[in-house]
């Protein structure tokens, strides 16, 4: 089972800020890696598949990057809305589909 | 639009069982994997069970493996998930989410609205 590790646990930036978000597989998965951002009392919501091409209707701020064992999740100009629970998910050697813990955004 | 709407969650004792729904619409059903993925309470997302686009094939995660069942109706555009032997740990939201390319297994989009499922005594 492949294992996805994020990190930090939570991050706090101010509005308008940047937030790096990191994810690290357990072995190589190429670039089959999603993300997901997840609101409080809302199902999770696709941003990011293929390591780094956006989904419908997600904004530039929005960026992925990586491939292997190492990726990355990176929001630009934070918006008080950005304030979510985000998810990395390999899609590359399944069963199990395997999540990260998450990493906590705040905005303050 | 795509969408999927799960139903048939609520409270149940340990040791008994419980059928989920998750009706879909706005896409070829027949055409698309779809996946059953659970959170528990301030907890992370963990994949649960996958069933192939024509119902062929069925994955299950290891902690369900024997007591979950996944099936699908092509006829009602519906994916089920059959809970039996329930057990505390099985305390959680259910979403169904699709697979996001036909006949293909990859990343999950869109997602349901979950329907939440508590065994307890």
């Known amino acids: 089972e492949i294992v996805m590790t994020q990190s930090p646990a939570t991050v706090s930036v101010s509005p308008g800020g940047r937030a790096t978000l990191s994810c690290r597989a357990s072995?190589?998965?190429?670039?089959?890696v999603a993300w997901y951002q997840q609101k409080r009392g809302q199902a999770p919501r696709l941003l990011i598949y293929?390591?780094?091409t956006r989904a419908t209707d997600i904004p530039a701020r929005f960026s992925g990057s990586g491939s292997g064992t190492d990726f990355t999740l990176t929001i630009s100009s934070l918006q008080s809305e950005d304030s979510a629970v985000y998810y990395c998910q390999q899609y590359n050697d399944w069963p199990p589909y395997t999540f990260g813990q998450g990493t906590k955004l705040e905005i303050k | 639009q795509v969408q999927l709407v799960e139903s048939g969650g609520g409270v149940v004792q340990p040791g008994r069982s419980l059928r989920l729904s998750c009706v879909a619409s706005?896409?070829?059903?027949?055409?698309?994997?779809i996946h059953w993925v659970r959170q528990a309470p301030g907890k992370g997302l963990e994949w649960v069970a996958l069933m192939s686009h024509d119902g062929s094939t069925k994955y299950y995660a290891d902690s369900v493996k024997g007591r979950f069942t996944i099936s699908r109706d092509n006829s009602k555009n519906t994916l089920y998930l059959q809970l039996s032997n329930l057990r505390t740990a099985d305390t959680a939201v259910y979403y169904c989410a699709r697979a996001h390319s036909p006949n293909k297994n990859n990343w999950f989009d869109p997602w349901g609205q979950g329907t939440l499922v508590t065994v307890s005594s």
């Open positions: 072995q190589p998965i190429s670039t089959d």
């Open positions: 706005g896409f070829i059903f027949t055409n698309y994997a």
């Open positions: 293929a390591a780094s």
